[in-house]
């Protein structure tokens, strides 16, 4: 069993950045892919980023390749989303994921946190 606990979101402007966090209760966090969805209003969940259970791998979503980082830290069960540049369009509820297929498919996750809101003014 894997809880996960997003924090970061807030408000900023255009070209702002954030950072946001996941944390992980369980000892078999690092045997997890971990990824970061979004859901604005009136459209679908979507896949953002996400990274190996080692770190080594990660994949972006080609709207956030560039601007978007995600990493990891298992020592501290812990997976971050560092957002630089960000648009209006950015503007959604994120929600990180655990699961053991490295897909960017939501079905595919087991465990998911509780979101976090991240609102881009312009």
């Known amino acids: 069993q894997v809880q996960l606990v997003e924090s970061g979101g807030g408000l900023v402007q255009a070209g702002d950045s954030l950072r946001v966090s996941c944390a992980a209760s369980?000892?078999?966090?690092?045997?997890?892919?971990m990824s970061w969805f979004r859901q604005a209003p009136g459209k679908e969940r979507e896949f953002v980023a996400g990274?190996?259970?080692?770190?080594?791998?990660?994949r972006y979503a080609d709207s956030v390749k560039g601007r978007f980082t995600i990493s990891r830290d298992n020592a501290k069960n812990t997976v971050y989303l560092q957002m630089n540049s960000l648009k209006p369009e950015d503007t959604a509820v994120y929600y990180c994921?655990?699961?053991?297929?490295?897909?960017?498919?939501?079905?595919?996750?087991?465990?998911w946190g509780q979101g976090t809101q991240v609102t881009v003014s312009s």
């Open positions: 990274i190996s259970w080692s770190g080594e791998t990660t």
């Open positions: 994921a655990a699961g053991r297929p490295f897909t960017i498919a939501d079905r595919a996750y087991d465990y």
């Open positions: 369980g000892r078999t966090f690092s045997s997890y892919v």
